[in-house]
């Protein structure tokens, strides 16, 4: 049996009330996955070093995409970025070279044997979205997550090891675990799981080659749905060639893009935005 391993990460925030302001600040909540084979991802690590080294980065000083945003949005602005945020030790290099920095990061996955990517996302805009708990949309983003691993890799025979970021709070990080923990258990669409580990893990971003990427991965997706320029351009480049789509089809709605909850409304909100971009046919 093959191992992979799924790192994933999400971008964004949810509250069950939300406001004008509040969907202004977070238009959507979006879990990502980066599923590879275990084997390509000691490539990619080791890789993933040499990139870091070349750039003159140290490993242990993360570079996150929300950091990449901050120090842009300072220059655009004209202000100096403060010395007192944590992004503040990045502000040496320029805007070229932090974009081109996530470029050639992503630019890895292309040198795996095996590599999907898969995204859950929740429109806060969306009236029809609704009024959920956090809780139940926590737990929606987990099991949709699960079942596209699972479905994915059954014809491979693989087992999948998930990891995830931690979350910003401990009680945040109990419910992810026992909601896996649950459907893993008893999933009303999946008899049995196969190809997935029966315990997730928890992997520090700023120890993990494979959390960054999924940070990458899901920062540029949520850009890309907000329209801005440049992540347009490396998800339209980079992203959507790994994106799981239908068999023998160019269609990732529901396969590698899943709406949470399931709405036809928000799907067709998404669908619009890839037709929009050429990606798919209207």
């Given at each position: 049996m093959r191992v992979f391993f799924c790192f994933s990460d999400e971008t964004g925030s949810y509250k069950e009330n939300r406001s004008a302001r509040f969907i202004r600040a977070h238009p959507y909540f979006i879990r990502s996955a980066v599923l590879l084979g275990a084997d390509d991802w000691v490539s990619i690590h080791n890789a993933y070093k040499r990139l870091l080294k070349q750039a003159g980065l140290e490993f242990q000083k993360e570079l996150k995409w929300s950091y990449i945003g901050s120090i842009v949005k300072h220059r655009k602005r004209g202000e100096k970025i403060?010395?007192?945020?944590?992004?503040?030790?990045?502000?040496?290099?320029?805007?070229?070279?932090?974009?081109?920095?996530?470029?050639?990061?992503?630019?890895?996955?292309?040198?795996?044997?095996?590599?999907?990517?898969?995204?859950?996302?929740?429109?806060?805009?969306?009236?029809?979205?609704?009024?959920?708990?956090?809780?139940?949309?926590?737990?929606?983003?987990?099991?949709?997550?699960?079942?596209?691993?699972?479905?994915?890799?059954?014809?491979?025979?693989?087992?999948?090891?998930?990891?995830?970021?931690?979350?910003?709070?401990?009680?945040?990080?109990r419910l992810v675990r026992e909601a896996y923990a649950s459907f893993y258990q008893n999933d009303q669409f999946i008899t049995k799981y196969r190809c997935i580990k029966d315990s997730l893990a928890y992997e520090l971003s700023h120890h993990s080659s494979g959390i960054r990427l999924a940070d990458y991965a899901v920062g540029v997706f949520g850009g890309f749905l907000r329209g801005f320029p440049q992540s347009r351009e490396l998800f339209v480049e980079l992203i959507w060639p790994l994106v799981r789509k239908k068999p023998g089809d160019n269609d990732p709605l529901g396969y590698g893009i899943i709406e949470v909850p399931k709405r036809?409304?928000?799907?067709?909100?998404?669908?619009?935005?890839?037709?929009e971009t050429g990606l798919i046919a209207g």
């Amino acid at each position: 049996m093959r191992v992979f391993f799924c790192f994933s990460d999400e971008t964004g925030s949810y509250k069950e009330n939300r406001s004008a302001r509040f969907i202004r600040a977070h238009p959507y909540f979006i879990r990502s996955a980066v599923l590879l084979g275990a084997d390509d991802w000691v490539s990619i690590h080791n890789a993933y070093k040499r990139l870091l080294k070349q750039a003159g980065l140290e490993f242990q000083k993360e570079l996150k995409w929300s950091y990449i945003g901050s120090i842009v949005k300072h220059r655009k602005r004209g202000e100096k970025i403060p010395e007192d945020k944590p992004y503040a030790k990045f502000a040496r290099l320029s805007d070229e070279q932090l974009w081109d920095h996530v470029r050639k990061c992503l630019k890895l996955l292309h040198d795996a044997n095996f590599c999907r990517l898969i995204y859950t996302v929740t429109d806060n805009a969306c009236q029809a979205t609704g009024k959920l708990s956090k809780e139940t949309i926590y737990r929606m983003h987990i099991q949709d997550l699960m079942q596209r691993i699972e479905y994915e890799l059954r014809e491979k025979e693989g087992l999948a090891v998930v990891f995830l970021d931690p979350l910003p709070d401990e009680r945040s990080n109990r419910l992810v675990r026992e909601a896996y923990a649950s459907f893993y258990q008893n999933d009303q669409f999946i008899t049995k799981y196969r190809c997935i580990k029966d315990s997730l893990a928890y992997e520090l971003s700023h120890h993990s080659s494979g959390i960054r990427l999924a940070d990458y991965a899901v920062g540029v997706f949520g850009g890309f749905l907000r329209g801005f320029p440049q992540s347009r351009e490396l998800f339209v480049e980079l992203i959507w060639p790994l994106v799981r789509k239908k068999p023998g089809d160019n269609d990732p709605l529901g396969y590698g893009i899943i709406e949470v909850p399931k709405r036809d409304e928000v799907r067709d909100r998404l669908k619009q935005k890839l037709e929009e971009t050429g990606l798919i046919a209207g």
